[in-house]
């Protein structure tokens, strides 16, 4: 299993080991062993400027996810090996500043926060969508809960 965390921001204090240890955890956890995937923490004018390249939307936002593989087979895939290469399930770009103001709003630890989006990211890689339907917001939505709890714990 890999994961490369790197932090292109510097008004935000983030610690990369422990963004890299809760993704390890989280894919561990879902079944990854066999996983890779990278994390990129940046500011709003990084973000504001993916999210108008990516998604047509002129405006922040505190996490994207840039999935390599497409459901199916090879998202299966990523499941089942334990040896070889490692899959490499895409990459998770969040906002520290995003973070840090959510985190401020809704009365809880930045540390939360990132865990929180780190997870959501994490499982738009795996190929779950809060977007497609109710139920299917539903489901990844106490996903997230069930994971986020998960890693408060160890």
Known sequence: ???LVSNTQK????SAGSIKKAASSVLEYMGCPNAELSVLITGD????????????IDGT??????????GGDALKAAFSREDGP???????????????KQSEEIGQTLEDEML?????GILHLLG???EKSPSEKRVMEKKQ????GYLRRI
């Open 1 to 3: 299993m890999a994961v």
């Open 11 to 14: 008004k935000v204090r983030v």
């Open 45 to 56: 004018r990084k973000m504001r400027a993916l999210n108008r390249q990516y998604r047509g």
């Open 61 to 70: 936002t505190d996490v994207l996810s840039f999935p390599a593989l497409e």
């Open 86 to 100: 490692p899959t490499a399930l895409g990459d998770i770009v969040i906002s520290a500043a995003r973070a840090l």
């Open 116 to 120: 929180f989006l780190l997870v959501h």
């Open 128 to 130: 779950y969508d809060h």
């Open 145 to 148: 809960k069930k994971l986020v």
